[in-house]
């Protein structure tokens, strides 16, 4: 950052570029195109350096995805140069607007038409959930008029617009041409869906689809459009040279300029690790992780969502033991709704405990058996003030049985390497994701024939272990566009719960209006009165359900994860709120939680001259090392207390913020890089 030689030497670096690029396109062209570097540009440039160098992110050729083994010792090295394949698809927003061109005539009688599975009469009105193009999906109400009620009921046995029409007209005096003018309008509203929206079950099939739609009506225009997008991501595909370049020339085209504006990316690149690649995690390390994981059922109880416990109470005191539509419940106007609420258990204070002077007064806080354990030994005498080894309190006794912990079908230990055999420490930042060890997996299984074989495996697993009365259903829903890229996967399970995406195949698909809700016992379950099975919903995907979506969607995504005892294995929780230093957390080979220091930030934020020099000082004084990580979500920023332009990047970083936590930064060690482990564990009895 300080050596204009080292400086330029990166920016023309084809690598970096081709990183960058994909990372954002428009900082690229800054980049490299702009002679002067100016503050701005600096830190924006430090902020992606740190975030590529600290978290691994699969996209341009600084990290990629592939397969480790179990052995008799860790292997973690990388090679000085990754060697990898990278696969790109075309943004399903870009692809979603040419789809637009075909809600035409020309084309509507090569539909399929299909009524919205969220559509229901509530008397005067429809109520329906619809996405609109490049949005999150929204509710809408229309009124119930004869011709549409005679459409819905008609459309569960007539797909074709031929057909629906010939059934119609003798009920209706309406001649074709308003006919087909009504049902583009329903359409386009959302009432009936089409093969127009992108499928999440089939990864590749949606640019073919809508090529296949464009010829079949001869709308000449947009199956040009179409077969340049097919042409281009084949030849993106095939050289691994000048990447840039092609896409470039491609969004130059005078089509492509009317529908892509601005910085949006309009493709998205995957990449994965030759097999040329031996890694390998000991036995060792996977034993610790059990042990831990043996800790986690001893300490674990249920930890339900809270909304479903809200939803729960509700339901009974609304409906009891009645079974329920699920849309009808889940609407706000003629059901229960669904409002998604925090838990907050609260405890009196302590009293009585004697505190070091970095102590914060807190009227109630909430305290695990961990952390109460943990707040004791801090409070001890022997207390060193940089580290608690967990070993010393805690020890797995596998004598004894465990607790009846519901820890899912399958899930998956998420850790990092930072060692092999020889360092006193091999892992951190250890914790276990659920319901399902596919959520994690799933998005790679198409790059990486290793990764699609294990999910295959987990999938049959999964399906084989559910009662006889239940069935393990995959949501076909996307609540967004850019989901897409988090979001596609195969339908891994026996059946589709098709939520506003058509399913292919038609014999596993069940519409979402298929599914109602019972209450037996504190549990509540989905039933469906076609298969005459309860349904298990599933989202086989990192996806974040609670982030801009819909209610009907987060209530499915939460139901995964009612009575899992799964969580976490260490989280400091209300103890952040009675100090302000927290040591390092250990378990043998394992680092838990870094070191960390709770800092007052905003009086170094002045807008005229932020104070640098007091920033540095404040975190040198708390006993800070020159090596911070500053987390907030998943990026992490790296600050280096020696750098003014570090120093300055976490002040922006931080926004609003009065107080924020900075923890030590943990290096791999040797040849060792920045990576993240995924480790599934299946349940086989």
């Known amino acids: 950052m300080y050596d204009k030689v080292k400086y330029d030497m990166l920016c023309s670096s084809e690598i970096f570029r081709n990183s960058l690029y994909h990372a954002s396109a428009e900082f690229h062209r800054q980049v490299t195109t702009d002679s002067k570097k100016n503050q701005k540009m600096e830190k924006s440039l430090y902020k992606y350096l740190s975030r590529a160098a600290t978290r691994c992110t699969p996209f341009g050729q600084f990290a990629a995805v592939g397969i480790f083994h179990v052995k008799d010792a860790t292997c973690l090295e990388r090679p000085n140069f990754l060697p990898m394949n990278s696969h790109f698809t075309i943004e399903t927003a870009f692809l979603e607007k040419l789809a637009l061109k075909l ?98 079950l089939n990864k590749e099939c949606y640019l073919h689809t809508l090529i296949t739609i464009s010829k079949k009506s001869k709308t000449e225009d947009v199956t ?34 009317q529908l892509h504006t601005g910085d949006a ?25 059990e042990e831990l994981l043996f800790l986690n059922r001893m300490f674990s109880t249920d930890v339900t969502p809270y909304a479903l416990v809200q939803f729960r ?84 006794d596998f004598t004894h049985e465990l607790p009846q912990v519901n820890i899912g079908q399958s899930f998956n230990a998420m850790f990092q390497i930072i060692g092999d055999n020889r360092n006193e420490f091999e892992v951190s930042e250890l914790r276990f994701c659920g319901p399902s060890a596919l959520n ?16 295959d495996e987990i999938a049959i697993k999964e399906n084989q272990n559910v009662e006889a009365d239940e069935i393990l259903g995959e949501i076909s829903h996307i609540p967004n566009s850019r989901s897409v890229n988090v979001l596609h996967r195969k339908p891994w399970h026996n059946c589709s719960i098709e939520y506003l995406s058509p399913c292919e195949n038609r014999k596993k698909a069940l519409p979402i209006s298929d599914l ?25 995907s990192a996806h974040n359900h609670h982030n801009n979506c819909d209610v009907l969607y987060q209530f499915l995504g939460d139901l995964q994860s009612q009575h899992n005892g799964l969580t976490n294995v260490f989280t400091w929780g209300s103890l952040e709120n009675l100090f302000s230093h927290l040591p390092r957390l250990t378990y043998k080979k394992i680092v838990l939680s870094p070191e960390k220091w709770k800092i007052k930030i905003d009086c170094f934020k002045r807008k005229s001259s932020p104070d640098i020099d007091g920033l540095r000082k404040m975190l040198n004084d708390n006993g800070c090392p020159s090596t ?38 943990i290096k791999p060690s040797d040849k060792i890089g920045i990576n993240e482990c995924i480790l599934p564990f299946i349940k086989t009895i």
Not at 158 to 182: A, G, M, P, Q, W
Not at 237 to 254: A, G, P, V, Y
Not at 521 to 534: A, D, E, P, Q
């Open 516 to 540: 109602w809700i019972h209450i037996k016992n504190g549990v509540i379950r989905l039933y469906s009165k076609t298969l005459k099975k309860y349904i298990v919903p599933r989202i086989s």
């Open 224 to 257: 040009r459009q179409l077969t340049e997008c097919a042409d281009f991501i084949d030849s993106i595909n095939e050289k691994s040279e000048n990447t840039i370049d092609i896409i470039e020339e491609f969004k130059q085209r005078e089509g492509v300029q």
């Open 440 to 455: 994690l997996l799933a998005r790679f299984a198409d790059g990486n024939t290793e990764i699609d074989q294990l999910c």
């Open 103 to 200: 809600y035409c005539k020309e084309a509507l009688t090569h539909l399929t038409l299909r009524p919205n599975p969220t559509l229901f009469d509530s008397g005067k009105e429809y109520h329906y959930e619809a996405r609109p193009q490049n949005s999150i999906t929204r509710c809408y109400t229309v009124e119930s008029t004869p011709i549409l009620k005679a459409i819905a009921r008609l459309l569960k046995k007539h797909n074709s617009s031929e057909e629906l029409y010939t059934v119609i007209k003798d009920e209706f005096d309406i001649d074709r041409e308003s006919f087909n003018n009504y049902l583009l309008q329903l359409i386009k509203s959302g009432i009936i869906i089409t093969e127009l929206i992108p499928q999440i």
């Open 265 to 289: 990316p309009i493709v998205q690149c995957d990449s994965y690790l030759n097999t040329c690649c031996d890694f390998s995690i000991s036995h060792e390390t996977v034993r610790h992780i």
């Open 313 to 396: 109470n509700r339901y009974e005191t609304k409906y009891e033991n009645s079974m329920q539509q699920l849309i009808k419940v889940l609407d706000e106007e003629t059901g229960i709704g669904y409002v998604d609420m925090w838990r907050t258990e609260q405890y009196g204070m302590f009293k009585g405990l004697v505190r070091g002077s970095n102590y914060k007064p807190q009227s109630t806080f909430t305290l695990s058996k961990v952390q109460l354990t943990l707040l004791n030994v801090i409070e001890s005498r022997d207390y060193n003030h940089c580290s608690i080894a967990l070993e010393k309190y805690f020890k797995p």
């Open 628 to 665: 911070l990580l500053f987390r907030e979500g998943d990026n992490c920023l790296w600050i280096d207390t020696s750098n003014n332009t570090s120093l300055s990047a976490l002040l922006d970083a931080t926004r609003q913020r009065r107080y924020v936590w900075v923890e030590e930064f």
